[in-house]
């Protein structure tokens, strides 16, 4: 069993859409939390960084941690035909100790807004 | 600017050839880190260096080979005895207590 399950999709909504990504992890260790965004042979982008359960919101973009389930979600509100990229969950134990900041990834999820 | 850079873009081997693929950052970053990326498969850990001079295996070291002479370059060499060598490779980098690293543009290497 992956440390980090992650939903590959694809996943293909109309412009306006509301979507959901989810990720869900087996480690207790893991206690922070990170969706990054790859556009099509490019680097992965950071765009949302938690430590927290709970939610966190930046304009349209909100990521949920639910550290009691070990599940994490990131929802796109008013999606845009710009959003369509691949989004990777990311967790880590923690840059001290013996982590040492290293990152585990899902698999990624490709995601397909159309007009 | 300051970033992340990899090179070349793309890069092409035939079997039983080594390869070395750059990365480069002027962000000061202390911590550095090689990935593969496969179709389905995320991004998997090759090789991370915490400091110049010292670095330690990934979770699919076998096959690749890494230096860390200056901080500012952790270059990362494909060796032979790497069967399916075809991936897109990613570097990133980070400061030494932040967990959020940062990536490179990617270098996609094709064995011929």
């Known amino acids: 069993q992956k440390e980090v399950e992650q939903d590959p999709g694809p996943l293909s909504v109309p412009e306006g859409a509301i979507v959901s990504l989810n990720c869900t992890y087996s480690n207790s260790a893991f206690q922070y939390f990170m969706w990054y965004r790859q556009y099509s042979r490019k680097g992965p982008e950071l765009l949302m960084y938690?430590?927290?359960?709970g939610n966190k919101e930046d304009g349209r973009f909100t990521a949920q941690v639910d550290k009691s389930s070990k599940y994490i979600s990131l929802f796109i509100r008013d999606s845009q035909p710009s959003d369509s990229a691949t989004y990777l969950c990311a967790m880590s134990g923690g840059a001290g100790g013996t982590s040492y900041g290293k990152l585990t990834f899902g698999q990624g999820t490709i995601l397909t807004v159309h007009p | 600017d300051g970033g992340i850079t990899q090179s070349p873009k793309y890069l092409f081997r035939k079997e039983g050839q080594n390869v070395t693929l750059s990365c480069e950052q002027n962000?000061?970053?202390?911590?550095m880190y090689w990935y593969r990326q496969d179709p389905g498969q995320g991004l998997r850990l090759i090789y991370y260096s915490q400091i110049v001079n010292d670095f330690q295996k990934g979770d699919i070291a076998e096959g690749y080979s890494v230096s860390r002479e200056k901080k500012e370059s952790f270059p990362l060499t494909v060796t032979s005895a790497q069967k399916n060598p075809t991936a897109f490779y990613l570097c990133a980098s980070t400061y030494t207590g932040t967990d959020t690293q940062y990536f490179g543009p990617g270098t996609r290497l094709t064995v011929l």
């Open positions: 938690t430590y927290s359960s």
């Open positions: 962000l000061n970053h202390d911590a």
